[in-house]
């Protein structure tokens, strides 16, 4: 498979949805970061939001864990935007795979940036999940040209997505053009988060956070009680990167920070 070769920044990212695992049990023992918490991720949403046979519309779907997922097992009809040609062709072969048709699973080799929010279909739920960040990277690069531009532009950018879905799930990151700058504190994640969805008109529904350090499964916090990473008040952020980079199985340090966010239009 053409993903499994790829050498890109976003490429061994996501895991293989479990339909296709249990088709071909060896694909688990390729050597993707498993450690991204996609099966805890996928875990907080079905509980907290309830999905079952809504349309989704996948931003950024790298190589559709999240849609595969919902399409198999939700019964969802999911809609994929995903620019990186490698990880396009992989979603297109996991389909045919899985044996689904483009009615219940259309992929599109492209991106989402700010203008082509206004061509977009409108949907039940949009999945954003760590792509904002990449904005004057990966797209947008005349309106993100340096980091005090992002935050302007993620407001705008989150703000015109309220006409085109009931429901956004959202995940960031918080470094910008190749960790070398930060967005925010590393301390404030949470609160920035907050403030930058609530700026662009979204009303939050659900946040989750990783709590739990022994299963690294995601909870959901109060948002106006837990302003804090509770990775950084137990210094787990930093044991876990150590650990990281020794290759002991442990979360990867950066992403484990990553608040989700479900939220209303």
């Known amino acids: 498979m053409s993903y499994v070769k790829s050498e890109g920044k976003h490429g061994l990212y996501q895991l293989f949805p479990p339909a296709l695992i249990q088709q071909y049990p060896e694909l688990q023992n390729l050597p993707y970061d498993s450690m991204r918490l996609d099966d ?9 939001i309830d999905l079952k046979g ?5 931003i ?9 997922r919902l399409a198999t097992e939700e019964t969802c009809k999911v809609l994929m935007y995903e620019p990186y040609m490698d990880h396009f062709k992989a979603i297109g072969e996991i389909r045919n795979l899985l044996n689904l048709d483009e009615k219940s699973v259309e992929i599109r080799n492209e991106g989402v ?17 760590n792509v904002l960040q990449h904005a004057g990277e990966d797209f947008d690069k005349t309106r993100v040209q340096k ?3 992002w935050y ?24 910008w053009l190749g960790h070398s700058n930060d967005l925010c504190n590393k301390e404030e ?43 950084f008040s137990s210094l787990k952020y930093f044991e876990y ?25």
Do not use: M
């Open 54 to 58: 809504l349309q989704i519309t996948d």
């Open 113 to 129: 940036d700010l203008d082509a929010i206004n061509k977009l279909e409108p949907t039940d739920v949009i999945l954003l999940f």
């Open 241 to 265: 990167g150590v650990k990281y980079r020794l290759g002991f199985n442990v979360p990867n340090h950066r992403f484990i920070q990553r608040p989700i966010f479900i939220c209303k239009s």
């Open 40 to 48: 805890k991720r996928y875990n907080f949403l079905i509980k907290n």
């Open 60 to 68: 950024g779907s790298n190589i559709g864990y999240f849609s595969f």
């Open 189 to 231: 994640i949470i609160a920035f988060t907050v403030k930058l969805l609530k700026e662009a008109g979204w009303k939050i529904e659900k946040c989750g956070i990783v709590t739990n350090f022994r299963t690294h499964a995601y909870q959901e916090i109060n948002i106006e009680k837990t302003t804090k990473n509770p990775i």
């Open 152 to 175: 302007a532009f993620a407001v705008e950018y989150l703000s015109k997505l309220r006409a085109k879905t009931k429901y956004l799930i959202f995940q960031n990151g918080y470094s």
């Open 147 to 149: 980091v005090e531009d």
